[in-house]
């Protein structure tokens, strides 16, 4: 079976579905989002991620790398991703957390280990474990046997998904899911294909095939100046979530802010924010308008 690999478990989340919650995020993505807050989810397999304002310049992890991949510059260490084979060795001598590997394995008793440890604050506040990512349906083997480990100990579950999957992994994960967070960007296809790299269509049908199973569902919706934020798209999104079956549902817009441009730099690479801004108060307000219109109504943030 394959196994996922982690790269980040985030406890006292509180955008992350009801109440207290730990996060786990699982990596691997077939979405390529523009505004992608977490680019090293995208990759499956395990990354190394270089920040280069925490180098102090100290030469250790070009003495211990066993390849020879690492070598000093004036500035700071640079690596030959030919040559580097991601063992990690650079990582565990750097004294400052410059270099950090993205992305571990994590067998299901261990995860629940950690889980157990934040039932307090759960129990306080009603909340729970969701798992994120990248896309956890990519893996469901592991996806569902950690949501029946979950439910065994009676710990709410939510799963937060781009909904690009196969329908019947979907219906699968949903028997064992509490809530899904459930991402819409857009309603036409072509500008869909361009800002995330995929068709919507079958993100779209398994959201009306999720509503039709009765499952609960809160709709994610990212609001980007210069993508979606204008009037026609806010109007086609507000009526596609008016017509699913079960009537209203919790809809949060989440506006856009260009923090990805750290995390791309730490990968090696660059963020090119193109027409991409934070979406102005007037078109947020407008986007609450449509959904208000519809009789939905809208939280911002979460
Ligand atoms: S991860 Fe391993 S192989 Fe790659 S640069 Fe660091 S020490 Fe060298
Ligand atoms: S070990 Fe860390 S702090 Fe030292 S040179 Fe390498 S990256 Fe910089």
């Excluded at 980040?8 to 955008?15: E, L």
């Excluded at 090293?40 to 190394?48: G, L, N, P, R, V």
């Amino acid at each position: 079976m394959q196994q996922p690999l982690i790269f980040d478990i985030k406890r006292y989340a509180i955008n992350d579905g009801p109440g207290i919650r730990l996060t786990i995020f699982f990596k691997g993505c077939p979405l390529s989002c523009a505004w992608c807050h977490n680019p090293e989810s995208i990759s499956a397999k395990q990354q190394k991620l270089f920040t280069k304002s925490k180098c102090i310049g100290c030469g250790e992890c070009v003495k211990v790398c066993p390849l020879g991949a690492m070598t000093m510059t004036a500035v700071s260490p640079v690596t030959d991703p030919l040559k580097c084979q991601l063992c990690g060795e650079c990582a565990e001598v750097c004294p400052t957390r410059a270099i950090e590997m993205s992305g571990r394995h994590y067998q299901i008793a261990e995860l629940m280990e950690i889980v157990e440890k934040e039932r307090p604050f759960f129990a306080q506040s009603e909340g729970g474990v969701t798992i994120s990512g990248g896309e956890p349906l990519l893996h469901p083997d592991y996806l569902l046997r950690l949501l029946r480990a979950c439910g065994e100990q009676h710990i709410h579950r939510a799963v937060d998904t781009s909904g690009f999957c196969s329908p019947e992994i979907l219906l699968e994960v949903a028997k064992h899911t509490d809530l899904f967070l459930y991402d819409l960007k857009m309603i036409d296809d072509g500008l869909h294909r361009r800002f995330t790299g995929v068709s919507n269509r079958r993100i779209l049908d398994n959201l009306q095939l999720l509503a039709v199973s009765g499952a609960q569902i809160t709709l994610r919706i990212p609001v980007i100046g210069g993508v979606n934020a204008d009037a026609g798209s806010a109007s086609a999104i507000a009526d596609f979530v008016a017509g699913l079956e079960g009537g209203a549902r919790d809809v949060h817009l989440l506006p856009y802010h260009g923090v990805a441009a750290g995390k791309h730099l730490k990968l090696g690479g660059q963020y090119d924010e193109g027409l991409m801004r934070e979406p102005s108060t007037e078109e947020l307000k407008r986007f609450g308008s449509c959904f208000a219109a519809r009789g939905l109504g809208v939280v911002v943030g979460g």
